[in-house]
């Protein structure tokens, strides 16, 4: 079954250090997405990018944060400086939107990857 | 935004045991899905369920648009079902855009052996 991969699993960094989070998509999927869960509470929205722009983006992603699709395959998030507070787990999803009579966005999660800001 | 109420927010069982977890919603129900974080903290798809009622084994999921609520069944528990259980759904459906997902606070599951 088709998969959403992420790397790396575990990511430590020192404070004001720059990130970048891997993750390759499902190969089929147009729309994609960060997420985020700091230790204990929900997961929350980061990002959205559809057609090579991002579609939306919470408050969350300030301009430390950026996404990029590279090449055909893979999407990335980079913090240019990290913050203690960005010690997180990183979620990628994406999905195929099915449009039509009945609009269907099922997203797909990554096994996400955990940074640590020391 | 929309808001999204999960409860209870911790649960605790005895291997065997049937449990209903549940999620309001402040508004209408879009794409609702379920989800499992195992304790490897990784995001398991269970239902994508924005209407009517769904089975998979010894889970199951029934959301009520028209009232704003979902629920989901676990039957017959095991130390396996243990995590967290997330419910998520969409603000609202408009076409060409990616649709974020809003996450409830989760309900912790503990199955005791």
């Known amino acids: 079954e088709p998969e959403v991969t992420q790397t790396p699993s575990h990511q430590v960094t020192q404070m004001g250090q720059e990130v970048i989070l891997r993750c390759v998509p499902i190969?089929?999927?147009?729309?994609f997405y960060w997420y985020r869960q700091i230790l204990g509470q929900k997961v929350e929205f980061l990002v959205s990018?559809?057609?090579?722009?991002?579609?939306?983006k919470s408050e969350i992603f300030d301009d430390q944060f950026s996404v990029e699709r590279p090449d055909g395959s893979n999407f990335t998030l980079k913090i240019r400086s990290t913050k203690l507070e960005d010690s997180a787990m990183y979620f990628c999803a994406s999905s195929e939107q099915w449009e039509g009579e009945w609009a269907k966005n099922i997203q797909y999660f990554g096994a996400g990857t955990r940074l640590s800001v020391l | 935004g929309i808001q999204v109420e999960q409860s209870p927010p911790d649960l605790i069982l005895q291997e065997g045991a049937n449990s209903t977890l549940r999620c309001n919603f402040s508004?209408?129900?879009?794409?609702l899905q379920w989800f499992h974080q195992n304790p490897w903290g990784q995001l398991i798809n269970l239902f994508y369920i924005p209407s009517g009622t769904k089975q998979n084994g010894r889970l199951s999921a029934t959301t009520v648009a028209t009232e704003r609520y979902s629920l989901l069944y676990i039957s017959s528990s095991q130390t396996t079902d243990s995590g967290v259980y997330f419910c998520a759904d969409e603000e609202g459906i408009s076409s060409g855009s990616a649709r974020q997902l809003t996450f409830g606070s989760g309900t912790q599951l503990t199955v005791l052996p």
């Open positions: 990018f559809y057609n090579n722009e991002i579609s939306e």
């Open positions: 190969s089929n999927h147009l729309y």
């Open positions: 508004d209408s129900v879009n794409n």
